[in-house]
């Protein structure tokens, strides 16, 4: 199935899905806004087939065809006017993501299936601002890409059954497995499920009832969790999971999905996670 794919957005997911599309042999343009962004993406992108490499997960060689098979631009008409798969893995909110949309539905081949990772926006949401509704499907990437076997497909209300099978056939074929989520939902099943867990972990945590550690040892050694749901939030990102709680509580209107002022505290102050060095752990 190997072809073209246009990734828009060269950040931590971006830049991920881009490296296993090339690995599988896909020739991938990645696009970002300015010029040190595509570069810190394609930066991420080699250290993480060097650290492969040195694990012997793949060889130098196979490292350096996935890099020529990328390009890097930072004009979105030009990434994407040839691409057969778009993937958009830009900022997580409806505003930003409509406004790649807006411009993927006037450029892009009447063929090309148009995803968008989001973890959490009803993908009807994105869809609506296209003319081609019927193209655009949700690809739930998970976070590191290159780690994580699992995509969420996520079919919008007019999403196709082709369209679907392609996103399907595409996911697979860089690696990953596969679940479908039938119903647009806000925050799909994984995003709701973790994001229920981490405001409850937040809630006991902010409380006082249990510190951090102790919780997330909680899940890890009774539920037999790779990961607690705090040191999760960190590696996710503390505002992507507040954007994610929002944006499902406002969908859905569950008081359960409201997110606790601590984490709002947080985020105002830049403790994000791993990304900024400080969350609930120090890093």
Avoid at 5 to 30: C, D, F, K, N, P
Avoid at 93 to 121: H, Y
Avoid at 168 to 185: L, S
Avoid at 238 to 257: E, Q, Y
Wanted: charged residues 25%; aromatic residues 4%.
């Amino acid at each position: 199935m190997t072809g073209r794919l246009a990734v828009v957005g060269a950040g931590l997911m971006g830049s991920g899905i881009a490296q296993e599309a090339a690995r599988a042999g896909w020739h991938v343009t990645l696009r970002d806004l300015d010029a040190p962004a595509v570069e810190r993406g394609l930066a991420a992108v080699r250290g993480s087939l060097d650290r492969f490499v040195a694990k012997e997960r793949i060889t130098a060689a196979d490292a350096e065809r996935a890099l020529s098979r990328i390009t890097t631009t930072t004009d979105l008409p030009e990434a994407v006017a040839d691409a057969d798969i778009v993937v958009e893995a830009v900022f997580e909110r409806l505003d930003v993501k409509q406004d790649v949309f807006r411009t993927l539905d006037e450029v892009c081949k009447p063929s090309a299936v148009l995803a968008t990772n989001t973890s959490a926006i009803p993908i009807t949401q994105i869809a609506a601002v296209t003319g081609r509704p019927g193209s655009v499907v949700g690809t739930h990437f998970f976070s590191p890409v290159p780690m994580m076997p699992l995509c969420e497909l996520v079919r919008g209300h007019r999403t196709s059954d082709e369209t679907l099978a392609t996103a399907r056939a595409f996911a697979e074929e860089i690696g990953k497995t596969c679940i479908v989520v039938e119903r647009d939902i806000a925050g799909f099943v994984t995003t709701r499920l973790i994001t229920a867990l981490v405001v409850e972990a937040v809630g006991l945590v902010e409380s006082g009832v249990v510190s951090a550690e102790d919780l997330d040892t909680a899940c890890r050694l009774g539920f037999g969790h790779a990961m607690g749901p705090l040191a999760t939030a960190d590696l996710t990102g503390i505002d992507v999971l507040l954007h994610a709680a929002r944006n499902i509580h406002t969908d859905s209107g569950d008081p359960k999905f409201f997110p606790p002022e601590l984490m709002q505290r947080m985020v105002t102050a830049g403790e994000l996670g791993r990304k900024s060095g400080k969350g609930f752990y120090d890093y």
